[in-house]
C-alpha cells in the first residue's frame, strides 16, 4: 500500500505524468472538457418550461385590462410557498402571452408591429375622487334667473358695416366699437361740457371708458375665481 493510499487520498498518475516543459513561467495550459458546452445547453433546455398551460380550472381573461384570472387554489401550507407563488405567476403570464396572441388582431405599421385589444371588461377604482362641481359664478347665476342661454362662441363675433359695406368684429382690432377713433371730426357733447365747463376729447374718453371696462371685467374675473376656489 502506498502513502497515497494509507492518508485517503487518490493518486493522479495522470499530472505525476505531464512533462515539467508544459508549465510557462508559472502557468498551466488548460483544456475543457468537450463536453461541457453540451451539458451546460441540456441543462438550460431541460430546465424551461413547456408553453403550454394545463390547469384543472381554466383560466379567464380580460385581455383589455391585460387581466388572467387563475381559479385554481394555492395549496394552504406548502414547504416550498414561495416557489408555488411564482410558478403560478409564471403560468399566468404564460397563458396570457398565448391568449394574446391568438385572439387578438395584429397589425404591422411603420413604427412596429402592434395587438389591438379589445375594450375592458372588468371595472377598476378610480386613482382620484371624483372632483366636486365648481360653484357658478355671478354671471351664471343671473343668466339662471333671467332664462338667458349661453350663445356660441364662435357666433355674434362679426357685425356688417353700413360704411364699408364689410363684415367687421364688434370688439378688438379694427372692432365696431372704435369707429369712432380713426374719424377726423367728431361731434361735441354739449351737455358734457356745459356740466364741467371744460372741452372733452371723445376719442381720448372712449379709449379710457373701454379700458376701464377691461380692467373691471378682469377685476370681477379675479373676485369669481377666488371665490370659486375657496368653496372648492
Known sequence: MTDTE???GVALAEQSQQPANETHSGAMDVESPP???ASITDSTLTSRRPVTVDKPNPYTFDLGNLLCNDPNPVPRNPDDLEETLAANARDAAQVLINQVLSTCEIKSAADGVHIVLPQPTTPLPREKPIPADKEPTKWELFAKKKG???KKRDNGKMVYDDASGEWVPKWGYK???KE???EWLVEVDEKKEKATGEAHDARAEGRRERKERVRRNERKQRANERK?????
Do not use: E, R, V
Not at 228 to 232: D, E, F, L, P
Open 228 to 232: 370659486a376656489t375657496k368653496s372648492g
Open 35 to 37: 463536453k461541457a458546452a
Open 175 to 177: 372692432g365696431k366699437n
Open 6 to 8: 494509507m492518508s485517503g
Open 148 to 150: 338667458i342661454d349661453k
Open 180 to 182: 369712432g377713433d380713426d
